[in-house]
C-alpha cells in the first residue's frame, strides 16, 4: 500500500526558509487522480492545512500561508516539497504529509517530523 | 482558534456509546459532504475513521459511525473499548470561503 515519510531539518533559524520532503512509495504520484497535501500540527494544538499539490503541479493553498508557501512536486523522484518562508517560532510544529483523494479527505498520512524555528 | 468547534473531552465506559459533535457553517460542514474524522493516538499521526460524513475505510471498525445534520456534524464510537482512547478531529472542505479544508480543534476520548 502507499506509504509517505517526510524528511527535512528539525531545526530552523528565524527568519530562514522551512524545506521538507515527502516520499512516496507502493504508488505513483504522477498516476494521477490524488492531490498530494502537507498539513501541519503545533504542539498540543489541532491540525492545520497547508495546502496540495497535484501531479501536473497544479497547487491550492491555505489563504492564512499562501504568501509564504511553496509546494513542488519531483515525480521522478516521486516525491513533492514543502517550503515556507520567513518563519518564525509560530511555525514550529510537526509538519505531515498525506494523499488527498480528491474528495477532501486525507489517506494515508506520513509519520510526521517535527520542525523547531529557534536560534 | 478552530474553523470548526468540538467539544474539548468525551468520556465513557467500555461497552457504552459516546457522540463527540463538530459544529461549523454553512460554508463548509452544512454546505457540503465533505466532512471526514480522525483518530489519533500520542505520538501517532492521524488515521482516517470517517470520510465523506458516513462511510468507513477498509479495516475501520463498524463501531465508528458518522452523521451530519445542518451545519454540525457527529462522530459516534458504539461499545467503546480501552483502544478508542485517543484524541479525534474533523475536518471539511469550505470551498465557499475558498479556505480549502478546516479542522475542529479535536476531542479528547477517555475510556474510564
Known amino acids: 500500500q502507499v506509504q509517505l515519510q517526510e524528511s527535512g531539518p528539525g531545526l530552523v533559524k528565524p527568519s530562514q526558509t522551512l524545506s521538507l520532503t515527502c516520499t512516496v512509495s507502493?504508488?505513483?504520484?504522477?498516476?494521477?487522480?490524488?492531490?498530494w497535501s502537507w498539513i501541519r500540527q503545533h504542539p498540543g494544538k489541532g491540525l492545520e492545512w497547508i495546502g496540495y499539490?497535484?501531479?501536473?503541479?497544479?497547487?491550492y493553498y491555505n489563504p492564512s500561508l499562501k504568501s509564504r508557501v511553496t509546494i513542488s512536486v519531483d515525480t521522478s523522484k516521486n516525491q513533492f516539497s514543502l517550503k515556507l518562508s520567513s518563519v518564525t517560532a509560530a511555525d514550529t510544529a510537526v509538519y505531515y504529509c498525506?494523499?488527498?483523494?480528491?474528495?477532501?479527505?486525507?489517506?494515508?498520512w506520513g509519520q510526521g517530523t517535527l520542525v523547531t524555528v529557534s536560534s | 482558534q478552530s474553523a470548526l468547534t468540538q467539544p474539548p473531552s468525551a468520556s465513557g465506559s467500555p461497552g457504552q456509546s459516546v457522540t463527540i459533535s463538530c459544529t461549523g457553517t454553512?460554508?463548509?460542514?452544512?454546505?457540503?459532504?465533505?466532512v471526514s474524522w480522525y483518530q489519533q493516538h500520542p505520538g501517532k499521526a492521524p488515521k482516517l475513521m470517517i470520510y465523506e460524513v458516513s462511510k468507513r475505510p477498509s479495516g475501520v471498525p463498524d463501531r465508528f459511525s458518522g452523521s451530519k445534520s445542518g451545519n454540525t456534524a457527529s462522530l459516534t464510537v458504539s461499545g467503546l473499548q480501552a483502544e478508542d482512547e485517543a484524541d479525534y478531529y474533523c475536518?471539511?472542505?469550505?470551498?465557499?470561503?475558498?479556505?480549502?479544508?478546516?479542522f475542529g480543534g479535536g476531542t479528547k476520548l477517555t475510556v474510564l
Open positions: 454553512s460554508s463548509d460542514v452544512g454546505g457540503y459532504n465533505y
Open positions: 475536518s471539511s472542505y469550505a470551498g465557499s470561503n475558498n479556505l480549502g479544508v478546516v
Open positions: 499539490i497535484y501531479y501536473s503541479g497544479s497547487t
Open positions: 498525506a494523499r488527498d483523494t480528491s474528495r477532501w479527505w486525507f489517506d494515508p
Open positions: 507502493g504508488g505513483s504520484i504522477s498516476s494521477g487522480g490524488y492531490y
